[in-house]
């Protein structure tokens, strides 16, 4: 592929305030050289070494935990096979098309969330505003998820699993690892509430965790250290920018499949596991006519194809200007759905053995999220022939698939952020001293959530935080901007430029009526059937904790207008239609930089100009 039409040139100069044009030649750009003068020494925006690193960071970034905890649960919770019809209409009218939309404007104008949407409508620059501030805080928590598999892979080398006995320190009397009529606590003819030994490894000895979240009790200093070495492999993964960040996509999106083939199969030989496909995927089409079904496909959608993060556009800035995405998006999001349909089969297998072996009636071992990972999974792999090779094989499937979100979500805030100042971050190792400085912060504020009480702490981020609705409101208005501010016509003629045809009318529709009402739709739902977070179903928040998620929520959420207000307060003008004007208009080139010259702008666009 050409490497030429989407480079920042390098520039030497004495300081960053007055840079001469010294374009560097395309094969230095493409090996990322320096120049080492004693000056200052601007580093190229670097490009993917070739098409796969893009394609697998994708995977890599969109192919997480959601698919394999969250989406199986959701479809026999929503009516079975049923569950498919409102999740492709929102996949096809509302996820794709958004999907396909951020990659697109990445590479069209080179740049990370926080300044294209600049170049689009300076008005909408606050959407940059909004989704960066979502993906700083879902790097902080998400991560916590990677810490708990770390240490229950750990615990998993033993020849006996621990949390299949009730032999073990942190075990009660209660404690009970006999056939009960669900997972979790249950009494016996004495009336005592017994608690299955897998809930107390969860509670008591991986979480230590205490009665609310006014108990902070301490650091759990296994989970301090997990956590640690956590973001210490995300930080290497990403330290030398897309250079480590592509090679380290190939292991996190191809070895997850691998160990799920696995599973799946030895899930699916197993007594009772026929059941749990069955009980998976029949259909029930009266759950489709109700809200909360439609509610479940649209967030599901937006959480496993990581809509609204900016993660997308920065990937997709990294591409070479005439790259094929169109055709690369279409075989990542059939990966995406198809991994989600895939990992039922093989959840649901082992579920289905389980409520064999119980004697119990499926549903009542199904989870979702954590409870699926580690809890409801666990128990059953622990009664299988051979359960450690089992629980290791589980684990290491369940950090690859959140690391590999994990470590590309945090080059997509950097990314943001280093196009917001490259003047400043993009000088010698600025960059990475910047990444270690955003890891060790995010680690700090993460450690808020391997306390005693760090599991409230938690939810309140994953209820808050990055949220169905900070994620629908930020998409939503994603979708307006470039359909009638910029124009879905204009935009369909920009990705013509880039691929050398026109994108299907399709997304023209999409973007124009059908993804605004639909996000507008399961948006309003989301909000006037939200109900109260609870803990375990039992545990009530606190105002104050309420409050503080709610703030979280509107941190992102409230970028957007108090951008309008910033940016009408500073346009030139002296008219609300000359503000309006200029606050709706956009960059003039695909290739337009804050930073650089006319002259290095005419050289970008026309490379032969500058390298005959």
């Known amino acids: 592929m050409a490497q030429t039409t989407n480079l ?15 374009h560097r030649t395309e094969s230095d750009q493409k090996n990322n050289s320096t120049v080492d003068s004693g000056q200052v020494v601007y580093r190229a925006r670097e490009t993917w070494s070739n098409k796969f690193e893009f394609i697998f960071s994708s995977m890599a970034f969109s192919v997480g935990l959601g698919n394999v905890w969250r989406f199986p649960y959701l479809c026999f919770k929503n009516g079975g096979g049923a569950f498919f019809v409102p999740y492709f209409i929102c996949l096809l009218g509302a996820g794709i098309p958004l999907y396909f939309l951020e990659v697109a404007i990445g590479q069209y104008w080179q740049n990370g969330s926080l300044t294209v949407w600049e170049m689009i409508c300076p008005l909408m620059k606050g959407i940059g505003y909004a989704s960066t501030i979502t993906c700083f805080i879902l790097n902080i928590y998400y991560i ?49 509430e017994l608690k299955d030994s897998v809930v107390e490894f969860w509670e008591r000895k991986i979480l230590q965790i205490s009665d609310g979240i006014e108990e902070v009790g301490g650091l759990q200093i296994e989970l301090a250290i997990t956590l640690a070495i956590a973001w210490v492999i995300s930080f290497f993964c990403i330290w030398r920018g897309i250079k480590s960040t592509g090679k380290a996509a190939y292991v996190t999106a191809i070895f997850p499949y691998i160990m799920l083939v696995i599973l799946f199969i030895r899930g699916v030989t197993l007594p009772g596991a026929i059941d749990g496909i069955i009980f ?48 690369q998006m279409v075989f990542v999001a059939f990966m995406n759905s198809g991994t989600s349909i895939f990992a039922g089969f093989a959840i649901f297998s082992v579920l289905g053995y389980m409520a064999h072996q119980k004697g119990a009636p499926i549903e009542t071992v199904a989870e979702k999220g954590p409870g699926l990972a580690f809890i409801a999974y666990p128990k059953g792999v622990s009664t299988m022939p051979g359960a ?45 001293y910047f990444i270690a400085g955003v890891c060790f912060v995010s680690y700090l504020l993460g450690l808020s959530m391997v306390t005693r009480g760090g599991m409230y702490v938690f939810q309140l981020f994953d209820f808050y935080g990055a949220s169905g609705v900070c994620l629908l409101t930020i998409a939503f208005c994603e979708s307006v901007t470039l359909a009638w501010f910029y124009g879905a016509s204009r935009f369909g003629e920009n990705t013509r430029e880039m691929l050398g045809f026109r994108i299907p009318l399709w997304f023209d529709i999409c973007w124009k009526y059908l993804t605004p009402i639909i996000t507008m739709f399961v948006l309003l739902l989301s909000i006037f059937l939200l109900e109260p977070i609870k803990y375990n179903g039992t545990y009530v928040y606190p105002g104050w904790a309420i409050a503080f998620g709610w703030s979280l929520a509107l941190s992102s959420i409230l970028s957007i207008p108090s951008y309008w207000i910033y940016a009408y307060a500073n346009a030139p003008g002296k008219t609300f239609k000359a503000k309006w004007k200029y606050l709706t208009g956009n960059s003039p080139s695909p290739h337009y930089q804050s930073d650089i010259s006319p002259e290095e702008k005419q050289a970008i666009t026309n490379p032969e100009v500058s390298n005959p």
Request: glycine letters at 6%; a negative charge; charged letters at 10%.
């Open 144 to 192: 916590v998820i990677l810490s708990w598999a770390f240490l229950y892979l750990y615990y998993s080398f033993n020849f006996t699993l621990p949390w299949s006995t009730c032999d073990n320190p942190w075990n009660t009397p209660a404690c009970t690892n006999e056939t009960v009529t669900n997972i979790g606590s249950n009494s016996n003819s004495s009336g005592i």
């Open 388 to 432: 450690p090779i089992w629980a290791i094989l589980f684990f290491i499937m369940i950090l690859l698939l959140g690391m590999g979100s994990q470590f590309i979500s945090v080059e997509g805030f950097v990314t943001a952020v280093v196009d917001m100042f490259p003047k400043y971050l993009r000088v010698n190792k600025r960059r990475e």
């Open 280 to 327: 998976y995927i029949k259909p029930d089409f009266s759950k489709v006519a109700t809200v909360q079904v439609w509610i479940d496909a649209g967030t599901q959608i937006f959480f496993s194809y990581a809509i609204a993060l900016g993660t997308m556009t920065a990937l997709g800035s990294y591409n070479n200007f005439n790259n094929n995405f169109y055709h």
């Open 8 to 22: 920042i040139p390098i520039r030497t100069v004495d300081t960053p305030d007055d840079p001469p044009n010294n």
